[in-house]
């Protein structure tokens, strides 16, 4: 397979990937995809926005996450997130620790 193929292949998976989250399954939590995966949502928004700014496209946070999302995060929590539980949510700080790192925001 030559290389421009394999990058198409791989931006097709990702935007299949994205549909599945942010359209075919908006009720997995986030909380919950970081507790058993190691990543969720905000991770490939987070990574997307690495990749543009490694590229020299200057891109903040929200932007890439409004732009993974399709809306803002407000809109997103208020239309789709429900409250997790404290055991869920101290979960959640281990995986995000190992995962990603102590700094959250």
């Known amino acids: 397979m030559d290389k421009q193929t394999q990058i198409e292949l791989e931006a097709a998976a990702f935007r299949r990937l994205r549909q599945h989250l942010m359209e075919d399954r ?3 939590q986030n909380i919950d995809m970081m507790n058993l ?20 496209i200057e891109m903040g946070k929200s932007e890439a996450r409004e732009i993974f999302y399709g809306m803002t995060m407000d809109e997103w929590k208020t239309t789709y997130q429900s409250d997790a539980s404290a055991e869920k949510q101290a ?8 995962n990603v790192g102590k700094e959250r925001s």
């Open 26 to 28: 908006t009720d997995v």
């Open 91 to 98: 979960a959640f700080n281990t995986a995000f620790e190992e």
């Open 37 to 56: 995966a190691g990543f969720c949502r905000n991770c490939l928004s987070r990574w997307y926005q690495e990749a543009a700014n490694e590229r020299g």
